[in-house]
């Protein structure tokens, strides 16, 4: 009996020697089970979908263009055979160069007459709002010459049916690069607040039915008008004339303005002008008085 204890004895102290050290096996076993069994069961579920049917792999879409499209391309049965048509806004990219024949370098000796081609029309407000009697309309003369225009005894011009309106500009000198604006009112409210260097359109001759030479100036028809820089106090001498048509597509409270960038044999062709982006007062857009540096030549 005593040898069957023994043996038992012994037995059992070699199964506590194995339960021991399985024991210790076990410790270090099930917790890396449990982390394999949880990474498996985060994979099914990520790769199964809510009805229990395997999901595709959707592949990552293009990325989206977050440069703004071009303005739209207008279409040219949209214009009358009389009729022009002009660009949208075309903004100018920054760093997009300018044109230097206008920036003032300095002081600039007077020219000793006036040299044909040195003011140019730059910008039209041609409507600042709808229906007649507008007194937000203005036109920028910029001088292109490379010397200092002095402008005594000229004139500005505009045809107003039988009549005209007609705006001093004797006492301007411009040097190179700088503009006057020639506008319907000098009162700021009515021409929306001009900044610079302005003169008024006055009705010298207007229609009996505008109530004659105290009429409100209209300069700038919305169907098309030349403008003329006029030497007068003798006989009168047109100087530069300037015509523009009827547009399809004029805006409103938007002026239309010739690009720096662009080439002065472009001037005539009115796709090459665009739409001001730039706002100088709130709701009117244009560069009255400052470079057309807003806008591209395309």
């Not at 230097?100 to 000796?109: E, H, K, N």
Request: hydrophobic share 40%.
């Amino acid at each position: 009996m005593n040898a069957r204890y023994t043996e038992l004895r012994g037995r059992a102290t070699k199964s506590g020697a194995d339960v021991v050290a399985s024991s210790r096996m076990a410790r270090r076993t099930i917790p890396l089970l449990a982390i394999l069994a949880g990474i498996s069961l985060v994979a099914v579920a990520c790769a199964t979908a809510v009805d229990g049917t395997p999901t595709k792999r959707i592949p990552r879409e293009a990325p989206i263009d977050l440069e703004p499209p071009d303005p739209p391309t207008l279409e040219a049965g949209v214009v009358d055979d009389d009729s022009g048509v002009f660009a949208p806004s075309r903004p100018r990219e920054a760093g997009a160069p300018t044109d230097a024949s206008v920036v003032d370098a300095g002081i600039a000796p007077n020219c000793p007459n006036y040299l044909a081609g040195s003011l140019r029309v730059d910008e039209l407000m041609i409507a600042s709002r709808d229906g007649s009697g507008d007194k937000g309309e203005w036109v920028e003369l910029r001088n292109y010459a490379s010397c200092t225009v002095l402008l005594d005894g000229l004139v500005v011009r505009s045809p107003r049916g039988t009549g005209l309106d007609q705006a001093s500009l004797t006492g301007i000198s411009l040097a190179p690069g700088e503009s006057v604006l020639i506008a319907n009112t000098l009162v700021p409210v009515d021409n929306h607040f001009l900044p610079g260097r302005v003169r008024a359109f006055v009705a010298t001759t207007a229609p009996a039915s505008d109530a004659g030479a105290a009429a409100t100036a209209d300069a700038l028809k919305n169907d098309g008008d030349t403008i003329e820089i006029v030497r007068v106090g003798g006989p009168d001498v047109v100087l530069e004339r300037f015509s523009y048509p009827k547009f399809a597509n004029l805006p409103r409270a938007v002026s239309l303005a010739f690009p720096n960038d662009c080439e002065e044999s472009a001037r005539l062709d009115f796709a090459r002008w665009s739409t001001s982006a730039r706002s100088w007062t709130f709701g009117f857009s244009g560069t009255p008085n400052a470079p057309n540096d807003d806008v591209t030549c395309r």
